[in-house]
């Protein structure tokens, strides 16, 4: 069965990056797109940018751009969303789930990880 | 970006009731909009694509309907699993949005 693994909880202080992963298992890893959201307290989800698992093409939100970026390592059919400058904002349920770069729902998430911004 | 909008926010209700939600987009999605349910802990679960289509495995008792701006999601007769958030999505359009979701919660 498809399933997304994410690390649980990070705590990282203001300024700097955090690096999550996501461990895919049950599918062709490089036939999808590995899309990332996040949920701040209170505020719905918000999408932050996908990576296109078969040829590693990127597209991020302008929320996000230059703080974010995601690769993957084939070999080992896992993504990376890795967000710098980091501040008390950033504090959020981070998601990655699979889909696709073109008009397509997100048809399996990953359980999240808590990433909390903290002096 | 496209604003989704929805309605209402908290639901209170006894399991075998009837449910209906809405979602509305703050510009026409075709149909390209997705609805989740998602409970504490775990990953969110794909119920419902391209406005009405169930996803495989999916109860019948979930359904979806509308198109353009204007959605709805049905449970027919809510079980005791179903209490959880719903919220929706569009995909018509980058960046993807979503709506603040709806809580269902037992009366």
């Known amino acids: 069965q498809v399933q997304l693994v994410q690390p649980g909880a990070e705590v990282k202080k203001p300024g700097a990056s955090v690096k999550v992963s996501c461990k895919t298992s049950g599918y062709t890893f490089t036939t999808y797109a590995i899309q990332w959201v996040r949920q701040a307290p209170g505020q719905r989800l918000e999408w932050m940018g996908w990576i296109n698992a078969g040829n590693g093409n990127t597209r991020y939100s302008q929320n996000f751009q230059g703080r974010v970026i995601i690769t993957r390592d084939t070999s080992a059919s896992t993504a990376y969303m890795e967000l710098s400058g980091l501040r008390s904002e950033d504090t959020a349920v981070y998601y990655c789930?699979?889909?696709?770069?073109?008009?397509?729902?997100?048809?399996?998430w990953g359980q999240g990880t808590l990433v909390i911004v903290s002096s | 970006e496209i604003v989704m909008t929805q309605s209402p926010a908290t639901l209170s209700v006894s399991p075998g009731e009837r449910v209906t939600l809405s979602c509305r987009a703050s510009?026409?999605?075709?149909?390209?909009l997705a609805w989740y349910q998602h409970k504490p802990g775990q990953a969110p679960r794909l119920l419902i694509h391209g406005a009405s289509a169930r996803d495989p495995g999916i109860p019948a008792r979930f359904s979806g309907s509308g198109s353009g701006a204007d959605f709805t999601f049905t449970i027919s007769s809510l079980q005791s699993e179903d209490f959880a958030v719903y919220f929706c999505q569009q995909y018509n359009n980058w960046p993807v949005t979503f709506g603040q979701g709806t809580r269902l919660e037992i009366k």
């Open positions: 789930a699979r889909g696709s770069i073109s008009n397509w729902p997100f048809d399996f």
């Open positions: 510009q026409s999605v075709s149909s390209n």
